[in-house]
């Protein structure tokens, strides 16, 4: 479970979201400058609530009233952003490998075949990302998240930078990942029909606030979808 119960300023923007998700899928949905992002960021760590409580599966990562605080990189959270930030040095294999040395876990070659096989890179293994299509550098980006084993994956629109083709490309390997993997994901996006695919709860936010939380059902029609 994922539990949500914070407050942050920003300049003049501020964030108020209270929710409780046990989805596989739990999708922020708004429109551009609703906070999904910073939201994200949050939950990952990489900022600090001004008030409030975030819980993954029972374990408190943010507590202000109790002055808890778990470090980004102590939370066991991965972070897929919309442009995928492969290292351009290194090859797909070494990238793959990287969350895995600098969480300084064993090495587990039976999960990471099922990682290249469930995302199909196994044949990119020995390029570089500059040698890759949109949609492949982002399937490396979620097969490295996966191999540092985490135990709720942040997709932040990893499909914004991508173009319908590539989307459409991309698509079936995050609904096998919700399907196969068998871990919960946050999944950002502005747009309805990618949450009616993939979600299984959602969250809708708007100007920092949630005003609706539940089924895809909460979603707005294609004629009302926010746009951003």
Do not use: C, W
């Not at 442009?83 to 999960?111: E, K, S, T, V, W």
């Not at 099922?114 to 390029?127: E, H, K, Q, S």
């Not at 499909?159 to 459409?168: H, P, T």
């Not at 871990?183 to 029909?193: E, I, K, L, N, T």
């Amino acid at each position: 479970m994922l539990r949500v119960d914070i407050a942050k300023q920003l300049g003049e923007f501020s964030i108020e979201a209270s929710f409780a998700s046990e989805g596989r899928v739990t999708g922020l949905f708004g429109a551009s400058g609703a906070g999904k992002t910073s939201l994200v960021n949050i939950i990952a760590g990489l900022l600090r609530p001004d008030r409030g409580i975030i819980a993954v599966d029972g374990e408190t990562l943010d507590d202000t009233a109790n002055r808890v605080h778990v470090p980004a990189h102590r939370r066991r959270i991965g972070y897929v952003f919309q442009d995928a930030r492969l290292f351009p040095h290194l090859d797909i294999r070494q990238n793959l490998d990287y969350g895995r040395r600098m969480n300084r876990l064993a090495d587990d070659a039976a999960q990471r075949t099922r990682v290249t096989d469930l995302l199909d890179i196994g044949g990119l293994l020995d390029r570089r990302p500059g040698q890759l299509s949109g949609g492949e550098r982002q399937r490396v980006a979620l097969g490295r998240a996966l191999l540092a084993q985490p135990r709720l994956l942040l997709l932040d629109e990893p499909m914004g930078s991508l173009d319908e083709e590539r989307k459409v490309e991309i698509l079936p390997y995050l609904v096998r990942l919700r399907d196969e993997a068998n871990v919960p994901m946050v999944y950002v996006s502005h747009d309805a029909g990618e949450m009616r695919q993939l979600a299984t709860q959602v969250v809708m936010l708007r100007r920092g606030r949630v005003v609706a939380f539940g089924g895809t059902e909460v979603l707005p029609s294609a004629a009302s979808s926010p746009a951003g």
